[in-house]
């Protein structure tokens, strides 16, 4: 089991930047692919970016495509998703997610296991 804690989230103005980190602990933690996901009020979970084990793989959803990116530090078993020219509409929970599966399209809610408790980011226009 992985226990996963994220970070970062915050209030800031459309068009600035933000960090969210996801530390894990448990298993060891090069064994899972990582997801980020996010949930607006009264809308439904949704695929952010995804990671391989190794990080060689990555996926984006497409409206964050561009603008966020995804990527990983296993001597520290973190996951990190820096995102850039933030919109309003990018306002929403954000969860951290991970799975042992490999080789298997990592955009999909259902095929992760461990999810963190998500971290509150909100743009203001």
Excluded at 61 to 72: C, E, H, L, P
Aim: hydrophobic share 35%; net charge positive.
């Amino acid at each position: 089991q992985v226990q996963l804690i994220e970070s970062g989230g915050g209030l800031v103005q459309a068009g600035g930047s933000l960090r969210l980190s996801c530390a894990a602990s448990g298993r060891t933690f090069s064994s899972y692919a990582m997801g980020w996901f996010r949930q607006a009020p009264g809308k439904e979970r949704e695929f952010v970016a995804a990671i391989s084990q190794s990080g060689g793989r990555t996926y984006y959803a497409d409206s964050v495509k561009g603008r966020f990116t995804i990527s990983r530090d296993n001597a520290k078993n973190t996951v990190y998703l820096q995102m850039n020219s933030l919109k309003p509409e990018d306002t929403a929970v954000y969860y951290c997610a991970a799975t042992l599966l490999r080789d298997v399209v990592l955009t999909t809610r259902g095929k992760y296991r461990y999810w963190g408790q998500g971290t509150q980011v909100t743009v203001s226009s």
